[in-house]
């Protein structure tokens, strides 16, 4: 087991020294790297026969392109700021257009044409889905939250896909999704105690769609059962990924339940 | 000659391109293709497919081929462009609103990502390696190129090697791109689109420092924006850096900043004007054409060449 966490962090560093750029660095925040993703694709590589060093290419490519689409979420729309802050809006657009350049570049290296147009085909089909988020223009509850597991795991589908990853595309599908809900799950929660004067069934959420508690609820339950059983079934035999991977979807529900806890005994 | 009669031969494949611009930016998202429709009919020179098709035709020209690179290249212009006017906060791009204008940055964002992504997919229907190896590493170039930028805004002390690494980057490796891509795609020697790389970049010099230099000799109508614009925002342009050289003058420049008012800012161009600062930028842009017209000329002869000829003249005559 420590030897994937050994792994993982060497993926990590080299991941840092690819996104480090000084003066990017001096004004805008360290792009935050998202552990459970990098996790998963190292889960979807570790199942093939490519050489490691290939391997740890592959993954750092497809973070790089998680984070470039990240780092573009996070610019602002705001009309006023200050000259500082303005600064920051320019840099950070052009952080996130440096980090795709920077995974199309590694993969031209690699001299992978076919990696490229898949992780370019994930990138269209998640701006897709974000631009219908955000208009708020999904036609129903269900292509709303087809679009937002869309967002999620789309770019892990396309990469499985490529490298044939075989029973490995359905779990990574299944823990990010799973992750996903959660989050919503917690954002409902947590609005719904703090509403008053309202029957708090209800959450408005992203406009025009409406999650409800029990639905979520639903959700989050069978998302947790399908990955379990995955793990479970995923692996010939016994392995430490298995226990890493099994682990932190269970750390996933247990901090979950703690927050719940923690939220009745303060009596909100 | 008026400049698109260079390469009127071409016109029925620049109409083909036009219409496959069109299905290529459009999307299942309505959003994402009214955007791409925005782009696309506020005009542009389409100076990079013109670019490729013509360094194709000194290969084996396959419209169909070289088709595909010359719209990957445009597309990724056009990204480059709705992520420069949030960059810019700018609300109108050639007489039309932005998309950060008509919609948001957000949505601003989003587009610029979906075509960059659109256009890799496009280019990868080359598989070329290196034709590959040289895109990726012009776009992280122009994007290093734009961080420059920001970082070089009033700095009234950097020098002239840097101001030219960075309209390298920013301007003159995409074109340079587009000429030795289309010439990939056209399947010539490595020898003959090394060339025409060389002779994309110091056309794309060139054009960058005639953009710099209209930026004060052009009227605001002609240039869609204030004169001076380039100087109000920080950016330290070749011109600025000839008439730096005087101390008097250098010293007028470095209190520029972004709230400097209009009647301080026309003294200041009147002033740079009248300076050798224009005609010494105008030489460095020359003597850039110059180096394209000796490039070409070590290329075989044919109607390309001479379309590439008359462009580069164009290039710097043009007024704005």
């Given at each position: 087991m420590q030897d994937i966490y050994v792994q993982l962090a060497k993926i990590k560093d080299a991941l840092h020294v690819k996104l480090t750029h000084p003066f990017l660095a001096k004004y805008i925040p360290s792009p935050m790297i998202d552990e459970d993703k990098l996790l998963l694709f190292y889960a979807l590589f570790d199942?093939?026969?490519?050489p490691e060093e290939k391997k740890e290419n592959y993954i750092i490519t497809a973070m790089l392109v998680q984070i470039a689409l990240d780092t573009h979420d996070e610019v602002s729309t705001s009309a006023h700021l200050r000259q500082e802050e303005f600064k920051q809006r320019q840099l950070i657009v052009l952080a996130g257009d440096y980090f795709s350049g920077l995974y199309y570049a590694l993969l031209s290296e690699m001299q992978d044409i076919g990696m490229i147009r898949t992780l370019a085909t994930a990138i269209k089909e998640i701006n897709e889905h974000k631009i219908r988020l955000y208009e708020q223009s999904a036609a129903d509850f269900d292509s709303f939250t087809a679009s937002l597991l869309k967002v999620e795991t789309s770019l892990f589908e396309h990469v499985s896909d490529y490298i044939q990853a075989g029973i490995f595309s359905r779990l990574t599908t299944a823990f990010l999704s799973y992750k996903r809900l959660l989050l919503e799950k917690s954002k409902y929660s947590s609005e719904s105690h703090h509403?008053?004067?309202?029957?708090?069934?209800k959450k408005k959420n992203a406009g025009a769609i409406e999650w409800t508690g029990v639905y979520l609820k639903e959700f989050c339950n069978r998302y947790f059962e399908e990955t379990a059983a995955l793990i479970e079934s995923s692996f010939q035999q016994p392995s430490s990924l298995q226990k890493v991977l099994l682990a932190r979807l269970q750390s996933f529900k247990y901090n979950q339940e703690m927050r719940y806890t923690t939220l009745a005994e303060e009596g909100l | 000659m008026k400049f698109k009669m260079a390469y009127s031969f071409l016109n029925a494949d620049l109409d083909l391109i036009e219409q496959e611009l069109e299905k290529t930016v459009s999307s299942t998202e309505p959003l994402l293709s009214e955007a791409g429709l925005h782009l696309l009919q506020?005009?542009?020179?389409?100076i990079r497919p013109v670019f490729v098709l013509l360094s194709a035709m000194f290969g084996e020209y396959d419209i169909e081929k070289v088709k595909k690179v010359a719209i990957a290249l445009e597309i990724i212009h056009m990204a480059s462009l709705v992520h420069d006017d949030v960059i810019d906060d700018a609300e109108l791009r050639r007489g039309k609103p932005t998309i950060k204008a008509k919609w948001d940055n957000r949505i601003a964002m989003y587009t610029g990502d979906y075509l960059f992504a659109r256009s890799l997919e496009i280019m990868?229907?080359?598989?070329n390696v290196a034709a590959h190896q040289i895109l990726s590493k012009t776009i992280v170039e122009v994007s290093l190129g734009e961080i420059e930028q920001i970082k070089d805004?009033?700095?009234?002390?950097?020098?002239l090697r840097v101001y030219l690494r960075r309209i390298k980057r920013k301007t003159a490796l995409l074109i340079a791109a587009s000429c030795q891509l289309g010439a990939i795609a056209g399947g010539v020697p490595e020898s003959v689109h090394r060339k025409l790389f060389l002779f994309g970049y110091y056309v794309g010099m060139s054009f960058q420092i005639t953009d710099d230099i209209l930026d004060f000799t052009s009227t605001e109508e002609e240039l869609g924006?204030?004169?001076?614009g380039d100087l109000l925002q920080g950016n330290i342009t070749l011109p600025v850096l000839y008439a730096m050289e005087d101390d008097e003058l250098k010293q007028k420049i470095s209190?520029?900043?972004?709230?400097?008012?209009k009647e301080e800012m026309d003294e200041i161009i009147r002033a740079i004007i009248a300076s050798d600062a224009i005609s010494r930028s105008v030489k460095v842009s020359d003597m850039y054409l110059e180096k394209g017209f000796n490039i070409l000329s070590e290329l075989p002869r044919n109607r390309a060449r001479s379309a590439l000829s008359s462009i580069a003249k164009y290039i710097g005559k043009r007024k704005f």
């Open positions: 199942q093939t026969d490519l509403r008053t004067g309202d029957s708090a069934k | 506020a005009g542009g020179k389409r990868t229907s080359l598989e805004k009033y700095d009234y002390e950097q020098n924006k204030p004169v001076g209190k520029v900043h972004s709230r400097t008012t």
